[in-house]
């Protein structure tokens, strides 16, 4: 329920756990390298896990799997940077926005994971995607505009796509289930 902020670069050879909170870049972008993993924790209401105008790096990987836990919210530039090697796992009801103010890049690997197709994860906001995005038994949402070169397989659920986007020659996408564009 506050609000870090840095100038310019920052690194944190640990963990950052966002709950509540907001990181800022002033001025913006600003690029934070994390080595450790990077936790999501959205419990408040009125508080929304943010990054504002932070470009961020995560090497240790994003474990977004636990209840409770919602939304993150991408602004000012802000984005997220999955490099190879690394994961970003999510589970149903979990949530990233930012619309064209925000992006998420998959060099890596991304998980979604359901216990039914109805289930979703979303995307609101841009999305790169260079590596594999696995989903399991649940719906994977893009709602803005993406552009695809790596793989993205649908194992028992659905790809949910709105808004533009852009899928190279060398992409590869599976779906065992429902695609929908509109």
């Known amino acids: 329920r506050a609000t870090l902020t840095f100038n310019q670069e920052a690194s944190i ?3 950052l756990t966002l709950k509540d909170g907001v990181v800022k870049a002033s001025p913006a972008p600003g690029i934070m390298t994390v080595t450790g993993m990077f936790a ?10 943010t990054l504002n105008g932070v470009q961020l790096i995560v090497l240790g990987g994003i474990d977004w799997t636990e209840d409770g836990s919602q939304n993150l919210n991408l602004q000012n530039g802000g984005s997220v940077f999955v490099p190879v090697g690394t994961q970003l796992n999510m589970t149903s009801g979990k949530n990233i926005n930012g619309a064209t103010a925000g992006t998420v ?29 696995l989903v399991s038994r649940a719906t994977l949402v893009l709602s803005t505009a993406s552009k695809i070169s790596g793989s993205i ?17 060398s992409s590869s996408v599976v779906v065992n289930g429902t695609l929908t564009v509109i």
């Open 105 to 133: 890049q998959i060099a890596g690997t991304m998980t979604c994971k359901g216990k039914e197709s109805t289930d979703s994860c979303q995307i609101n906001c841009n999305f790169v995607n260079s590596g594999s995005v």
């Open 40 to 49: 999501i924790n959205d419990t408040d209401y009125y508080w929304i896990p």
């Open 153 to 169: 397989s649908v194992a028992n659920g659905a790809f949910y796509l709105s808004g533009t986007h852009t899928f190279s020659v």
């Open 13 to 15: 050879g640990g963990q």
